[in-house]
């Protein structure tokens, strides 16, 4: 492991994967395939002051990430906060990956003082005790890429009284939209485990009926593992 690289700012982050200087000082959206890494940020612990909101989608390694190894997987969000530790197992991802992953990066104080400031530590998915990631549907993921263009076309125009507030007010949105995924997510993960628990009461049913009871005794966790297509694990 090599040292820890720390970054404070929009544009030390921007320096770090090779970008130009940012548009704006305390918010960024930038897209995976314009990284062209400065330094080699392979196996070093990343600890990072800002918030950022990361879509990878193809592989490019696991991340070390509070509890967790997030293995990239085509259309995976993971969610970071100020003072958060990250490693990366592999390379940063390069322009030659030519994929179609972003990373919406904001300073803390870009919020100071609004109501998303008061709020943002009940978007659970900013904690280390997370237990997954999230994946995206094709359709979430264009309904997020959507607000990211307005965050960035705000950023990008000439700045006004109004500028900040729909900055933030789009931040907001998009992490109310995360909510929502990761309640689709869990919803439909208890939906499997549902329809999983009534295989396993039928398979059960279905063996006593029978005379493997009497022939094999109780059923091991193989043979329910095999009539299940799992893993005996």
Known sequence: MRESYFIHSISQAHNAVGLAKPKHPLVSVVKTNEYKPSIDLRSVKAINNLYQITLKHI???NLLYGKNSYDYEEG??????PGQV???EAQMPSQSDADEGWTLAFHPDLIQKSNLAN???TYFFFQYDVNEALH??????KMLEEILDKIEKEYSQNLDRHSQSLIISNIELLLDYCIRFYDRQFYTRSNLNVDLV?????LLKGYYKTDKA???GIPSVKYCALELN???N
């Open 119 to 121: 709020k943002i530590d």
């Open 76 to 81: 995976t969000l993971v969610f970071t906060a």
């Open 214 to 216: 009497i022939e094999l």
């Open 86 to 88: 990250t490693i990366w």
């Open 59 to 61: 592989g490019c390694g």
């Open 136 to 141: 995206l549907s094709d359709d979430e993921r």
């Open 198 to 202: 009534s295989r396993f009461e039928n």
């Open 230 to 232: 799992l893993s005996t």
